[in-house]
Nanobody, 115 residues
């Protein structure tokens, strides 16, 4: 059974930083594309960042230069470093793994940016 478990969300002031983690079990994260998505209240889920099996990265325009996606293969864990956070980054953040054995989602972690 494949499970993705996010952690690291919380409340942070504008300009602050957070690191989200996505622990993967039952699959090898490096065999697929690891992604972070977010969904704000009343809005559709949107892609934030992707890291392909080959290491290539894609970012939403709204987070370029502020967010970094990376993967620790020995730990089978993905991360999203978020710097210079803005109130508009407030959302539930979801980890996704698109692998040869299927497409899987985590349960989400809340990020709130507010003073």
């Amino acid at each position: 059974q494949v499970q993705l478990v996010e952690s690291g969300g919380g409340l942070v002031q504008p300009g602050g930083s957070l690191r989200l983690s996505c622990s993967v079990s039952g699959a090898i994260a490096s065999t697929g594309t690891l992604g972070w998505y977010r969904q704000a209240p009343g809005k559709q889920r949107e892609m934030v960042a992707l890291r392909s099996r080959g290491g290539g990265t894609t970012y939403a325009d709204s987070v370029k230069g502020r967010f970094t996606i990376f993967r620790d293969n020995p730990k089978n864990t993905g991360y999203l470093n978020m710097n210079n956070l803005k109130p508009e980054d407030t959302a539930v953040y979801y980890c996704n793994l698109d692998s040869p054995i299927g497409n899987f989602w985590g349960q989400g972690t809340q990020v709130t940016v507010s003073s």
